[in-house]
């Protein structure tokens, strides 16, 4: 079946800027998370959804980040006035309840804040 | 959760077998211990998890000792493709947060 997608797999944007990151989990999963990863750095995470609601927000480095997930399926990432110190890997992985579940990783969105 | 650690780079010869070491010497008795990789700029990829028992699969073996402050993530016969980094992490049975360390960058070797 369809693996993780997100989507767009490249953003260039403005300091500045709004974006918005989508994450598409597999289908069923109800666990979803995203990760950070800046150039040459490990998985820095962000947060974690168990269907609609968010248990563990504890990774939002600032107010600028939030996120959501409607309908228990698809996640949206926004991430407000752009700095540059945000340009980096975003990762999106579902898993089948959370936990010790394998979690699935999607290809990424590289973000770049010129 | 437990913290692991991990040598930060490792080489391997094209065809050997390839151990990773981790150490999990705080790990609690309801965390499994998983292996994940991340081969260059793709997210990462699960491999495999235990509990105490060595396991198997057809991507590799994990070797956990019986005190289970550490295991070895076994690639039986390394290939190129094989390169990457490889993360273990100690993941609660009911806690859902999940943190990767900067795991070992594995390098196959010609």
């Known amino acids: 079946g369809a693996g993780v997608s997100q989507s767009p797999s490249n953003k260039v944007t403005e300091k500045g800027k709004d974006v918005e990151l989508r994450c598409d989990p597999i289908?069923?999963?109800?666990?979803l998370y995203w990760y950070r990863q800046s150039l040459g750095q490990g998985l820095e995470f962000l947060i974690y959804f168990q269907g609609n609601s968010a248990p563990d927000k504890s990774g939002l480095p600032s107010d600028r980040f939030s996120a959501e997930r409607t309908g228990g399926s698809v996640s949206t990432l926004t991430i407000q006035r752009t700095q540059q110190e945000d340009s980096a890997v975003y990762l999106c992985?579902?898993?089948?309840?959370?936990?010790?579940?394998?979690?699935?990783f999607g290809p990424g969105t590289r973000l770049t804040v010129l | 959760d437990a913290k692991t650690t991990q040598p930060p780079s490792m080489d391997c010869a094209e065809g050997r077998a390839a151990n990773l070491p981790c150490n999990h010497s705080?790990?609690?008795?309801?965390?499994?211990v998983y292996w994940y990789r991340q081969i260059h700029s793709q997210g990462p990829q699960y491999i495999i998890h235990g509990l105490k028992n060595n396991e198997t699969n057809e991507m590799a073996s994990l070797i956990i000792t019986e005190d289970r402050k550490s295991s070895t993530l076994i690639l039986p016969h390394a290939t190129l493709r094989d390169t990457a980094v490889y993360y273990c992490?100690?993941?609660?049975?009911?806690?859902?947060?999940?943190?990767f360390g900067p795991g070992t960058s594995l390098s196959v070797i010609p």
């Open positions: 289908s069923g999963h109800t666990a």
């Open positions: 705080t790990i609690s008795g309801n965390e499994y």
């Open positions: 992490i100690a993941v609660k049975t009911s806690y859902d947060k999940v943190i």
């Open positions: 992985a579902s898993s089948a309840s959370g936990g010790r579940n394998t979690q699935y």
